[in-house]
């Protein structure tokens, strides 16, 4: 039986398209227009969903002078964590009116809540789904939580190891509704194409028995394209209207012109996986005409000799199969026969 997930209607497994995420992130650069502006450039992409990370800096982390809480290098070299998740949280006054236009506009929007109080925030939004970022995967409280709402569940995999995956796995089985999506993702931002190591995304739906995806962080689409076609059901991409304009993650997201390709790419991929066949296509009927087969390149006298001198194996069709050759070599013309015309058994003595 084909594993499947089903969100706001749609269904996400093997047998269906894959489901497009575009996450929105930080990159409204705290601006409420710019976020409505992203949701209505995300829409017109084609995605399937859109994304947002519900927080605030005093619920993902706290404000402290203590080193662990410095980053260093990369893109957010010199920020603290809680002055990074200032300037990158969606205030939470924003999301009903980020959920009221996605739903004018036709595409389904849901969130990554990082405590109790975002996940109570978006039940009051019905939101249709959750997602469990890859850094939060080990804080089974809060999976518990978020599956104890009853709807499906997509989990990033980020820098966890298989027993920490099933322990997330289990948790959300034990408190949820069973549908659950797992994202192989590279927790680096951005992530080289040489750590993308997209063969794990099939082996990750067997391992743990559920839908699989990508969590792509890496620049361009080919990560993302090649999961889908090792089997891939989700791909969850990053996305800005301008990188130029700067933002939390622009520096690893796409353009609404790249991310319109990332769909029509990952779609036409998954068409291209079709199944496995070694019957003619009816779509190939009319190109057999143009098969090679056996034609006559000289005029032949009645009673000549066939030979590799008159006889020949040439497109189009409409002839002798190539494979007849050896059975009609050396055999006698039985009435005369034209240059140009299709070699035919009735032809040969």
Not at 143 to 165: C, D, F, L, R
Not at 242 to 271: H, I, M, N, Q, Y
Not at 287 to 295: E, V
Request: with cysteine; charged share 20%.
């Amino acid at each position: 039986m084909t594993l499947e997930v089903t969100i706001a209607g749609r269904k996400i497994g093997a047998d269906h398209e894959p489901y497009i995420i575009c996450e929105l992130s930080g990159n409204h650069n705290g601006s409420l227009d710019r976020a409505l502006k992203m949701i209505d450039a995300a829409a017109d992409t084609g995605c399937d969903a859109i994304k947002l990370q519900t927080y605030t800096a005093d619920t993902i982390t706290m404000k402290s002078d203590r080193p662990e809480f410095q980053l260093k290098g990369g893109l957010w070299d010199g920020y603290s964590l809680y002055d990074l998740y200032q300037e990158a949280h969606t205030p939470w006054d924003w999301h009903p009116a980020l959920f009221e236009r996605a739903k004018a506009r036709g595409v389904t929007l849901f969130s990554s809540p990082f405590d109790n109080t975002a996940v109570d925030l978006l039940e009051s939004l019905n939101a249709p789904a959750y997602k469990i970022a890859s850094f939060e995967l080990v804080d089974l409280p809060l999976v518990a939580y978020v599956a104890q709402q009853g709807k499906p569940m997509i989990m990033s995999t980020g820098m966890a190891n298989a027993a920490e995956i099933d322990a997330a796995v289990q948790t959300a089985r034990k408190f949820g509704s069973g549908e659950i999506i797992l994202l192989h993702c590279v927790s680096e931002y951005p992530a080289n194409i040489a750590d993308a190591n997209v063969r794990t995304v099939p082996d990750l739906g067997a391992k743990f028995g559920c839908v699989s995806g990508l969590s792509d962080h890496t620049f361009g689409t080919a990560a993302s394209v090649a999961s889908v076609a090792l089997g891939g059901s989700v791909i969850e991409k990053h996305f800005t209207l301008a990188r130029a304009d700067g933002g939390p993650d622009s520096g690893f997201s796409l353009e609404p012109a790249e991310f319109t390709a990332l769909v029509r790419d990952c779609k036409d991929a998954w068409k291209a996986l079709g199944r496995v066949h070694y019957e003619t296509l009816g779509t190939e009927q009319g190109s057999k005409t143009f098969r090679r087969s056996l034609y006559v390149v000289k005029d032949i006298k009645a009673g000549e000799v066939l030979t590799n001198d008159n006889i020949r194996s040439i497109r189009p069709g409409l002839g002798l199969p190539p494979s007849r050759l050896w059975h009609v070599l050396g055999k006698t013309a039985s009435r005369d026969i034209t240059r140009g015309e299709p070699l035919a058994m009735d032809m040969i003595g």
